[in-house]
């Protein structure tokens, strides 16, 4: 029997509509529009187009934002006056600074100079520390759109035992912090694996369910999982396919073809985890708001 195919799309779509609400809400009551402002250094293609769909996102839901671009050669000292600025300016509920920056620039001062109650990315070390007590003022925007696609599927990570491939600052460890958690939607048990776990498909064999976040096509294959997991598929990577106008295709970090087979559940790329991140970041945003005007 084939697996159910979890929807990112469907799914980050009934979150934007629940934050539609939300935002209705806090103009009509607070006069509060919520408001996130986005930082862009340089030209990179991926992050002209990850700020583009960000600020699409944000019309969509009735947040206000702004996209700010600095040339490639600003200086970091520059950047950091902006974002001290921005910390101050009342209309920004959620700064955003779009990574990567120029090598010339230290990425961890610009992040940890942003006021952690503004950090819509969850990145500041304060941030970092609060996820991992429990008490966040935000989650990070993808493992916790992981999160929401687990719940949401009728697949709550709750006394499930769950293994994490990668260790990521950005999403392998945080995620590893939020399904831990003595919480509704979280209570698994947590086994994050690495580059150096030896023998990973021993480990993920034993997973009710797998997070593939390695960076590695296809890396997870249908041998390394057990009949009835659910495996959530965070790693975007560019193949070559001549089909394809492009040339290329986006393939994540599993045999997607292989493991829908034998899997409960799965997610797709694209289309799977992708969706949620931008929608998280946006719940985030309208979250920053109502903090700032409770």
């Known amino acids: 029997m084939a697996a159910e195919i979890i929807s990112g799309t469907e799914i980050a779509a009934q979150i934007r509509e629940e934050l539609k609400g939300k935002v209705k809400e806090l103009k009509e009551r607070k006069g509060t529009t919520p408001g996130l402002v986005m930082v862009r250094v340089g030209e990179d293609p991926a992050s002209v ?19 700010i671009v600095f040339p490639e050669d600003t200086t970091e000292e520059v950047l950091l006056a902006k974002v001290e600025e921005l910390d101050k300016d009342p209309k920004f509920h959620g700064i955003l600074v779009q990574l990567p920056l120029p090598k010339h620039i230290n990425a961890d001062k610009v992040l940890n100079a942003i006021d952690p109650r503004k950090d819509v990315d969850g990145f500041h070390p304060v941030n970092v520390g609060k996820l991992l007590i429990g008490e966040p003022y935000f989650m990070p925007c993808t493992p916790h759109g992981v999160q929401e696609l687990l719940v949401r599927s009728g697949n709550s990570p709750e006394g499930k035992h769950v293994v994490i491939c990668g260790r990521s600052n950005i999403v392998g460890k945080p995620l590893m912090a939020i399904l831990v958690q003595k919480k509704k939607g979280a209570n698994a048990t947590v086994t994050v694996c690495h580059t150096g776990t030896k023998d990973l ?11 593939a976040a390695m960076g590695s096509p296809k890396a997870i294959t249908a041998d390394m999982v057990k009949d009835g997991a659910v495996v959530i598929d965070v790693g975007v990577n560019r193949i070559p396919d001549e089909t394809k106008k492009s040339g290329f295709r986006l393939v994540g970090d599993s045999d997607f073809d292989a493991i829908k087979e034998k899997a409960k559940a799965i997610t797709p790329v694209p289309g799977g985890v992708g969706p949620m991140t931008v929608t998280m970041l946006m719940a985030n945003t309208v979250r920053a708001a109502e903090m700032h005007s409770a």
């Open 201 to 211: 498909a021993s480990v993920t064999k034993n997973a009710d369910i797998v997070v």
């Open 49 to 67: 187009s990850y700020v583009s769909a960000k600020s699409k996102a944000s019309e969509e839901i009735g947040i206000y934002s702004e996209t």
